[in-house]
């Protein structure tokens, strides 16, 4: 499992609606990917300011123009050889869009963490994740998919990724 950080870039991220929660949700998920020695990406669109700060320590973002991270040559060599990914980021409805079905017409297996995405207008969000289910994306959550990757509460890291989903804020997650 991959997880993919589309353009949460600190210039577009106060636009969008749920904007802390999508940041919340996203920074734990990428907490536990790293906990976990799972793969993250970031990507951040040329022109719209760099990578929320709490995200930056993930990973160097990969920059791009294209609206579809697959239409970027450095995001496409970085992901080779996965088959499965997480998508989170904005907008919902024009980069994450446009990267899930580019990747679904490769074969690869794409799950959109619905509660860490989203778009200016909530209508542009709620129909772009409708056609991605229309397409045959699976629609997932950061907890759902934290305890995906778990499987088991008696996992090693089990206590450690707890107090990460239970945190209310990045602050508290250290």
Do not use: W
């Amino acid at each position: 499992m991959h997880l993919i950080i589309i353009d949460m870039q600190e210039k577009l991220l106060p636009r969008v609606v749920e904007s802390e929660n999508v940041l919340l949700n996203t920074f734990k998920l990428a907490r536990v990917f790293k906990i976990l020695n799972l793969p993250v990406t970031l990507t951040e669109q040329k022109k719209l300011g760099k990578t929320d700060e709490n995200l930056r320590s993930f990973g160097e973002p990969i920059e791009k123009t294209t609206f579809s991270c697959m239409g970027c040559d450095d995001f496409v060599k970085k992901i080779m050889g996965e088959k499965r990914f997480v998508l989170t980021g904005i907008e919902t409805h024009i980069c994450v869009l446009q990267t899930a079905l580019d990747m679904l017409k490769y074969g690869l297996e794409v799950y959109l963490a619905v509660d860490c995405t989203s778009s200016r207008k909530a209508i542009d969000r709620d129909v772009a994740v409708q056609r991605m289910v229309q397409e045959g994306v699976k629609l997932t959550t950061a907890e759902a998919v934290i305890y995906d990757l778990l499987r088991d509460a008696e996992h090693e890291k089990f206590r450690e990724v707890l107090e990460i989903v239970k945190a209310s804020r990045i602050s508290e997650m250290g």
